[in-house]
């Protein structure tokens, strides 16, 4: 190999190097926000609230800082094979993760509506939650960094978890709605809280999707496992 070629590969990789540094700190920054936004409504807190807020505009300029990169890696080197399908999905993951910070900077400012109201029911399934998507939010971008096809799976399993505890919580606040028409406020927020957490663990789950087609070059052998039933959810009075 020439010395202009040599520098030319080297040049490529370290370009990959930095995409996947894009990514992962633009995965971190994400990570940091759902945390804040969940310390905001269990912990009460303002000052979270606020930081997760503040923090959705950084998300979103990274978010346009990775798709002007790829399309100029796609321009310039014309990648093939593997590392095509790994820049495509840094620009794929870029979005998804864009979107969860979305969701974050909505939980947060729920939460500071909530904080007018004193809590109908303990939100010992709200925290539960809340773990779990965190922990599987962690979990995925741990993968990402790695190329860990074996962990994006078993992110993508846990994805049924999280949709059983939100139908089980989508019941309990509608009953809690129906049983004190002065619950439907809080409740309300508490069911759209739910649902933004619902989103962020699919899309984790999306993210999981694409690492593992980034690493492995073929999508996950499976059916994707969704168990959110609560678009067929009937729920009765307490008085019938």
Known sequence: MSDMAEHIVKSFEQELVRLRTQITDMGGMVERQVALACDAVLERDSDAAAQAVEADPKVDALEREVEQFVIRLLALRQPMAQDLRHIVAALKISGE?????????????????????SMPYPLTGLAHMSQLVQQNLKSIIDALGENDAD???EVWRSDEAVDAIYNALFRELITYM????????????LLFIAKNLERIGDHATNIAEMVYYAVKGEPIPEVRPKGDSSA??????PRE
């Open 97 to 117: 993760l864009e979107r969860v910070g979305d969701y974050a900077k909505n939980v947060a400012k729920r939460s500071i509506v909530l904080d007018q109201f």
């Open 151 to 153: 962990r994006a799976m």
């Open 178 to 189: 129906m049983e004190d028409p002065r619950n439907i406020t809080p409740c309300a927020h």
């Open 232 to 237: 067929y959810a009937v729920v009765r009075s």
